[in-house]
């Protein structure tokens, strides 16, 4: 109950944010459509642009992560301002940093940046505190800005002014344009164009911003995704650390029975290897064959009750020593019913001797009010059971033992677990473990 409520929360958070998303996917429709509209009236510049930033639309849908969706919009940018040497950076959300994703058309001076400054450039890169706040502030409003100081004020703190002033001397730069990829006031990267001396940008204005703001969303859906699966990572990582738990106390609780009765410890294991044969056979579901797997290494747990001199007591049980007995169902349910498992383990352990004419215990249920994992356990608990020795008598065998639960088959046991515990034994050669 508490797991499907749970899961009906987070399927309403998710329709939320793709309300939110399909919101936002419109809006921006608007802005392109007005976009569009103003540049199919214009020069042949300007439907170039137009074919430019239609590109870099369609090549940035499938992107999902941060650095290619700089390679695109970097790439997309230099095409339009082939005099620029392009520069794109993004934020790596692991690192907490904010990197270099290109440095186009500098490729050939690279290397003598490299020495100006004495590492790779591409490895540059700061963190939202250390970059600086007159900088960040032109970086979230999407527009395309000039930096009067140019690239030394553009790298104060990344570089040594010296080097910045060498890096413009060897490149030729003269004005150095910035427009941020941001979303909703939040800086993710950002496009960098140092151009000639001499380079106009008027034209190109609207279409660079329109390019960065595509980038922006890209970005911004690319975080979102990358924040999601971690968090998907990190639930399911909590949920199969609760599991393993879970199993290692299942594990312990069957281990209890190996110091107090040798005879039971060996049954439940050579019963369940049977079962999870029986529950494979029959096709049930993963889930359902670890329910039967768990399940029976526990199933007599509650014989825990009962002295260990009746247990191994070679010879017939008196009347009151049998009733003793079949309780054991319901001690075993009550010490695990306390415990949340995943599986009902606690049902099933107190159906393992129900039989579905009604003549098992201990309350008698009848067909579908077995639970089929308790039906797969009380087809392999007589056949185990009967192929074993016990103190009162000696092991009646394999074929003793599938002939008694073909001649229950659909009287005291489920059809489906007799044909697959017989197949499983017959054609697959399935043989009990020592
Ligand atoms: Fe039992």
């Known amino acids: ?108 001076y690279l290397t003598v940046v490299e020495r100006l400054i004495g590492r790779d450039p591409l490895s540059l890169g700061c963190t939202a505190l250390e970059a600086p706040a007159h900088l960040v502030a032109l970086y979230t409003d999407g527009r395309l800005h000039a930096i009067p100081g140019g690239l030394g004020e553009l790298a104060r703190g990344l570089l040594p002014g010296p080097a910045a002033r060498g890096i413009e001397k060897v490149l030729g730069v003269g004005p150095v344009h910035v427009v941020g990829l941001a979303w909703e006031g939040r800086y993710y990267g950002g496009i960098t164009l140092l151009l000639p001396p001499d380079a106009d940008l008027l034209d190109r204005i609207d279409t660079i911003e329109a390019i960065a703001r595509q980038a922006s969303i890209a970005l911004q859906r690319s975080f979102s995704m990358q924040a999601h699966l971690e968090s998907e990572a990190r639930l399911q990582a909590s949920a ?48 359902d064959v670890d329910a039967v797997r768990l399940a029976g290494g526990i199933h007599d747990i509650g014989k825990v009750g009962i002295p260990a001199e009746i247990l191994s007591r070679p010879g017939p049980l008196s009347d009151a020593e049998y009733e003793l007995v079949k309780e054991h169902p319901q001690v075993g349910h009550d010490i695990l019913s306390s415990i949340d498992f995943d599986w009902p383990l606690a049902d099933i352990v107190l159906q393992h001797h129900e039989r579905l004419d009604g003549s098992g215990y201990p309350k008698g249920l009848r067909s579908d009010e077995v639970l089929p994992a308790a039906q797969v356990l009380a087809v392999a608990d007589v056949v185990e059971a009967m192929t074993s020795h016990r103190p009162y008598r000696p092991a009646l065998g394999m074929e003793a033992a599938l002939a008694e639960v073909q001649s229950g088959r659909g009287v005291r046991y489920a059809p489906a677990a007799v044909d697959a515990c017989v197949s499983a034994v017959r054609d697959d050669g399935f043989t009990l473990p020592d």
């Open 1 to 108: 109950m508490e797991r499907s409520t749970s899961g009906a929360r987070r399927v309403g958070a998710a329709s939320g944010t793709l309300r939110d998303r399909l919101a936002a996917a419109q809006t921006e429709i608007g802005h392109l459509r007005a976009e569009v509209g103003g540049l199919r009236d214009a020069t042949p510049a300007h439907s170039t642009q137009m074919a430019a930033l239609l590109d870099v639309v369609a090549e940035l849908a499938p992107a999902t992560a941060a650095a290619d969706v700089c390679h695109i919009a970097g790439a997309a940018v230099k095409g339009l301002v082939p005099e620029a040497t392009v520069v794109t950076s993004y934020l790596d959300v692991a690192a907490g940093r904010f990197c270099l994703a290109d440095v186009l058309g500098a490729e050939r």
């Open 240 to 287: 199969d650390r609760l599991r393993a738990a879970l199993e290692a106390t299942v594990a312990a609780m069957g281990a209890v029975m190996l110091t107090r009765d040798p005879y039971t410890d060996a049954h439940q294991r050579r019963m369940t290897a049977l079962s999870v044969a029986t529950a494979r056979k029959m096709g049930l579901s993963g889930h």
